[in-house]
Every structure is written in C-alpha cells, then in structure tokens.
C-alpha cells in the first residue's frame, strides 16, 4: 500500500515525537534534547535522545534512530502502513480515498496494474484449483497433508496443461494481455498472439511484504521440466529482494524472536501447515544481502536450514559471510541426510524440530567444527590455516574476530598471536572484500556531500528531487555516493527510509551517529527553507565537482606538456573544454 507523501508530511507535522516516545518510555529534559532508558537496549544511563525541534530520535548506545514514523514502527512492532494508519487515526488526518478517472475506474500506476492483474490471475489458478480438472493438484496436496486451510492461507492454485487457459480469461475480461506479459503471465508468441507461462503446475503466489501478489512460483506436477518455474523479473518482482511468506510469518517472528529459514515453497509451506509460524523461504535462489536487509526489521536472529552434504556447506559459507556483514545472529539447522523439512516433521513431529532448533549451534561455530575440520598431517593444517584466515577475514566485527581467532586457534593447535598476527597481514595487504566493507567507517566527510546525505535521510520525501537532478553522480566520495544511492531505492521501494537498515552493521555506527549529532545540532527549518538547503547544496556539489575536474585535468595537462605528449596534450585540453562548456552552461540555468 503506498500513501500520499504530502499526507504523511501532514501527518508528521501534527504530531509530536517527544509526546509519542513519553507513552513508551519516561524522557528528561536535557539542554536542547531530551533524554531517557532505550527501550531498544539495556543500559543503566541514558543515551536515548529524543530532538523535539527536528522530531528525530537516536539511541548513542545501540546506535538506533529515525523519526516519529519509524520509532513508532520499532517501539510498537508496527510495520510502515499499520503506523502511518495508527498516526492518522490519532492525529485526525483523513488519509485520502482512491482517486477515480473518466471510466469510473481506479486510476493505478504500472505497480498497482500489475499488482491488480497478478490477483485477478491467482484468482483464476485457485477456481482452477478446486475445479474439476484440479483433481490431479489436489490429490498432490493432500498426499502431502496440506489443509485446506493452508491452501487458502497461501493462495496456492492451479494450471491446467493447456496453452490459454488464464491467457482467454485475461482477454475475456477485457485486460491488456501486454499488461499481462509485463507481468511476466504471459508469453508472446513468435506469429503474434499471446500464450500461458504457466501450464500444467501446482501455482503459488508470492507476496511482498504488504501482501501484494508480486510474483508466481509454478511447480510441475507430471512429468516435465523444469520442476520449478518462476515469474521473470518485472516492474513489481526483483529476484533476491522476496522472502516468501515473510508477509504471513512477521508477526511469529517478532513474537519468537527468531525467523526460520528454508529454501523452497514447499519447506516453508509443510512447515506453517505444521504449525510453525515464523518460517520464510528464500524462493530456490542463494541467501542475498537484501534478503537480510528486508528481515533486519523483524530480527535479528535467523535459524537457517542447511543440507549436510557439500553443496549444503559451500551455501552455509556463503551465507555466513552476508549474515556477519549484516550484523545478524545465524544459527544452522542441519536435518539427518536425505531429509527435507516436509519428510522430518512428518517423522518425527514438531516437538522434535523445536528441539533441534533449540540446540542448532552458530553458524560460524558449525563453520570451524565441519569446515574446518581438524587436520591430521602438517599440509593439511596449512591449507586449513589459510582458509581459516579467509573466515576471520570477513568478520566485521572485532571483538567478535577476536574470539574466532581464539577458537581456530585451539582447534587446529596453533599459536595465537601468531594467528593474529598473519591475520593482520593478510588484512592490511589487499585482502579483497575487506576494505570495502570496512570502508563506512572511513568515509572521508566530504562536508557537501555528507550533509546533502543527512539532508536526505531527514526529509526521504525530497530524495526523488536529488534523483532527478542525477546529483549522486556529481559526488566525490564514492561511499556516500552509494549510500545516497541506497536511501532513494530504499524510499522507492518502501516509501520509507529506516537508516538502521541501510547502515546495520556496527562497523556503521560512527557514521550513523555524526549523521543524527549534525541532524540535530542543525536548526530546524520549514519546507520552503528545506528546499532552499537542498538546493543550495546540490547547486554546490556540482561547483565544486567541476572545480575537482579542472583540477584534475590541469594536473595530467601540465604533465603531458612537460613530458611533451601532444595526442594527450590536445586530449585534455578537449577535455577542459568541455567540462567548461558544461559548466557554463549549468551556471546559466541557475
Ligand atoms: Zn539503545
């Protein structure tokens, strides 16, 4: 569901984030601020700042933050729309009714069309389901125990193994069937006409976390191949970027504490038709960092599934990696060989899952013990040592690092500091991955840029302003230049920006917490005085830019003449030129 940005302005303006916080928690005044006990960690003093002026809050002690929409979504287990419901309702601000065009219908943009169309063909796929011809998809699922209930639950369908079947609905009920290829339903075919992606298969909806079909999965149900197929990416569906059944198991999860984590559909879905509630699927596709970005707001904690043979070790390495760079705890769920999560529960019952779950050891200590291995001969151990040090390496945090080297220390019987010291070596000498993870922390504070950054992170709503002016590319620093990048997908994906999300890691807190000291040591400002901030900002970014450019190519111009290079030399004075015409011309437009 997507709101109005200037109802949520509205919304924001009208309500008070000191008043909101002081039903959760008790606040003091203190100077400009005031401050109380987080209620997102345990601390004895305070450290959680609430700027009535600026209506942000940030916690100095665990690093949390944002405004009264996302403390009220953290404090209260709210997601985006149930908060900005809740304010409205409170705040007296009528959140406005659908608009209508000529025809009477609902005026939708491509999202919603698509969204719209992706429900009306789920609709279909279940009346195929308990229509006659989805006998052979019913006694599938029945052979497998799943209740009617579940089937509801999930939408599940079907699809006859014919050519048209949704491509005549579609048409009969006067829709765009190039709409419908957009939406990745139907196939163009090479002598024109249309015909059904989706034939012969066991069909579930995937949802996003609003509970907008997005997408479909289609499961084979006689011979066939592929056994799984999906929708292509399209306007409203990226792969890596759903969790399937997210949307049903957030609230289990912040209720458990914990989000347990399966490959396929069907894991998840045997598992919820079992009674587990708080379990998502990554959809058959490797674990991907947006997946742990779009969890982070539910949990931190992951209970993953992994197969104990080798291909479930090499994807358990992987993960690992983007479980540590995200700052999660993971720990590994490995069930007897040869059994999936559907054959387990159906053996041996929920209890006997719960207590596998409940002594499933970290990953990274799984890691050490069955990757790691211990090895026997002198070669063996060497090799384990420089695989150890690959591990250590993409430990972001140091304390944690710290403790690694301890253990691997132990296990493969070696010296400690000299671990340690082999590590810092590796580290220190391009080690790839690591220093560009490690870089938020060093960002240089380009002062211009870092500022148009908090400035963004302050008003999301005139992030679309900065993306218009394509100002990211006129940014010096290539960190905050991403970071830039991340807020407006973040704000155009969720209509929110939430910068304990973007910055997660701890290895992000330095700059998480000079972003929210600038945010509110600046004054506060109305919104005309907001767009004159950007604007004076953007205009100065872009200056300065051109300024670093000339400079630049002064520096190879001056080189090229002294070593007497005259292809170069006229080059770069082309070059010049022409940042000096566009220069120009940007002046002018000003
Ligand atoms: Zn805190």
Not at 169 to 194: C, R, T
Not at 307 to 335: C, Q, T, V, W, Y
Not at 468 to 483: H, M, N, Q, T, V
């Amino acid at each position: 569901m997507r709101f109005d940005d200037s109802k949520i302005e509205e919304i924001k303006s009208r309500v008070d984030i000191v008043e909101l916080a002081s039903e959760y928690l008790t606040l003091k005044k203190a100077g400009r601020n005031y401050l109380g006990l987080c209620p997102f960690h345990q601390e004895k003093t305070p450290s959680f700042t609430v700027n009535r002026e600026k209506q942000i809050f940030y916690c100095f002690g665990c690093g949390e933050g944002g405004n009264v929409i996302t403390l009220l979504m953290k404090i209260a287990n709210k997601s985006f729309p149930e908060a900005i419901k809740h304010l409205a309702q409170k705040t007296g601000v009528v959140l406005p009714v659908r608009t209508f065009g000529k025809d009477g219908r609902e005026k939708e943009s491509l999202h919603d069309e698509i969204v719209h169309l992706n429900l009306r063909a789920a609709q279909h796929f279940a009346r195929n389901l308990s229509s006659p011809a989805g006998k052979i998809a019913r006694d599938y699922l029945q052979k497998r125990a799943v209740t009617e209930e579940t089937v509801k639950q999930f939408r599940l369908g079907y699809t006859p193994d014919t050519w048209r079947s949704l491509t005549d609905d579609i048409e009969g009920g006067g829709l765009s069937l190039k709409l419908a290829e957009q939406a990745g339903l139907v196939i163009a075919g090479k002598e024109g006409g249309y015909y059904d992606r989706f034939r012969g298969r066991l069909i579930f909806p995937i949802e996003n976390i609003f509970g907008e079909i997005v997408a479909f999965g289609g499961r084979i149900l006689e011979a066939g191949e592929p056994k799984y197929l999906n929708s292509p990416e399209t306007p409203v569906y990226t792969k890596g970027k759903n969790l399937y059944g997210l949307n049903k198991a957030k609230d289990a999860i912040r209720q458990s504490g914990f989000c347990l984590m399966v490959e396929g559909y069907f894991d998840a879905l045997s598992l919820w038709n079992a009674g587990v509630r708080n379990v998502v699927a990554t959809l058959g596709t490797a674990l991907t960092r947006d997946h742990l970005e779009l969890l982070r707001r539910y949990t931190q904690n992951v209970v993953a599934l992994f197969d104990p043979d080798a291909a479930g070790l090499k994807a358990l390495d992987r993960s690992l990696e983007l479980f540590l760079g995200a700052n999660m705890h993971a720990r590994a769920l490995i069930l007897p060989e040869g059994c999936d999560p559907d054959d387990y529960i159906k053996k041996y019952g929920r209890e006997k899952l719960d207590e596998l779950i409940a002594v499933a050891p970290a990953i990274s200590d799984y890691y050490i013990d069955n990757v790691l291995g211990d090895g026997k001969t002198f070669e063996e151990n060497r090799d384990l040592v420089k695989t150890a040090m690959e591990f250590i390496n993409k430990i972001n945090n140091e304390i944690e690092k710290n403790l690694f080297i301890k253990r691997i220390a132990e296990k493969l019987g070696i010296d400690q500091t000299l671990l340690k010291r082999e590590v810092h070596r590796k580290a220190t000498y391009g080690q790839t991955g690591v220093a560009v993870r490690k870089e938020s922390s060093k960002i240089k504070m380009n002062p211009l840029e870092f500022n148009l950054i908090r400035l963004m992170l302050e008003y999301p709503q005139k992030t679309l302003l900065v993306e218009s002016e394509k100002i990211l590319d006129y940014f010096l620093e290539p960190a905050l230049k991403r970071l830039g990048e991340k807020i407006i997908e973040n704000y155009k994906l969720l209509g929110y920006v939430d910068i304990n999300v973007i910055l997660p890691s701890d290895e992000d807190k330095p700059l998480r917490e000079s972003i929210y000291k600038l945010s509110m040591e600046a004054p506060p400002t109305d919104d005309h005085m907001v767009e004159r901030n950007f604007a004076d900002n953007i205009q100065r970014i872009r200056e300065k830019w051109y300024k670093e450019q000339k400079r630049l190519i002064q520096l190879q111009l001056r080189q090229a003449q002294e070593s007497g290079n005259g292809e170069l030399t006229r080059e770069l004075t082309c070059q010049k030129q022409n940042v000096m015409k566009e220069e120009k011309e940007y002046v002018q437009k000003q």
